[in-house]
């Protein structure tokens, strides 16, 4: 009888605790034309947006660095266009870095993989004077295959250029 009764009542806290009501905050695969129809964007700004071309014409995919009081949102984006006027972006992927110090910047498209240019790189870097990054904290790539951002381990073979050095 204990056991019947222990089965019973389990059942029941199983069967209460699946919720399949419950809503999803990702913005994984949500669809706009200006970030700001996103809800859960409504209170980023936009620091910077670059275009993937990946040996086309048109660009296929794009990188948005947004930021709010706490954090940087970096949105990686599929990019269609319907029409002249009318393109459309899909969120592939999202990367959460939190508001980097004073001395520290977060760079989109101004590192080299291999002294190869890669619009596809995203890194943490220390902020400088001079024309080429001295330190580079953390690196992540806008995989176009995985359609991921994926964290890079080695950065032995990456060089950032400063964006923020007047020429």
Request: glycine residues 4%; charged residues 25%.
């Given at each position: 009888?204990?056991n019947?009764?222990?089965?019973?009542?389990?059942?029941?806290?199983?069967?209460?605790?699946?919720?399949?009501?419950?809503?999803?905050?990702?913005?994984?695969?949500?669809?706009?034309?200006?970030?700001?129809q996103?809800?859960?964007?409504?209170?980023?700004?936009k620091?910077?947006?670059?275009?993937?071309?990946?040996?086309?014409?048109?660009?296929?995919?794009?990188?948005?660095?947004?930021?709010?009081?706490?954090?940087?949102?970096?949105?990686?984006?599929?990019?269609?266009?319907?029409?002249?006027?009318?393109?459309?972006?899909?969120?592939?992927?999202?990367?959460?870095?939190?508001?980097?110090?004073?001395s520290?910047?977060?760079?989109?498209?101004?590192?080299?993989?291999?002294?190869?240019?890669?619009?596809?790189?995203?890194?943490?870097?220390?902020?400088?004077?001079?024309?080429?990054?001295?330190?580079?904290?953390?690196?992540?790539?806008?995989?176009?295959?995985?359609?991921?951002?994926?964290?890079?381990?080695?950065?032995?073979?990456?060089?950032?250029?400063?964006?923020?050095?007047?020429?």
């Open positions: 009888m204990k019947s009764l222990f089965i019973l009542t389990f059942i029941i806290l199983v069967d209460c605790g699946s919720q399949p009501n419950v809503k999803s905050n990702s913005i994984i695969g949500m669809e706009f034309q200006d970030f700001k996103v809800n859960q964007l409504e209170n980023y700004i620091i910077s947006d670059t275009v993937i071309y990946e040996n086309g014409t048109f660009p296929k995919y794009g990188i948005l660095h947004l930021r709010d009081k706490t954090n940087n949102l970096v949105v990686f984006k599929s990019l269609s266009m319907e029409s002249n006027q009318d393109i459309r972006f899909k969120i592939l992927d999202t990367l959460i870095i939190p508001n980097p110090n004073t520290e910047l977060v760079t989109i498209g101004y590192c080299q993989e291999n002294e190869d240019n890669n619009e596809n790189l995203i890194a943490l870097v220390d902020k400088t004077d001079s024309l080429m990054i001295q330190n580079i904290k953390k690196v992540w790539r806008a995989n176009t295959t995985s359609q991921k951002i994926e964290s890079i381990t080695s950065l032995k073979k990456i060089n950032c250029l400063n964006e923020e050095r007047p020429i």
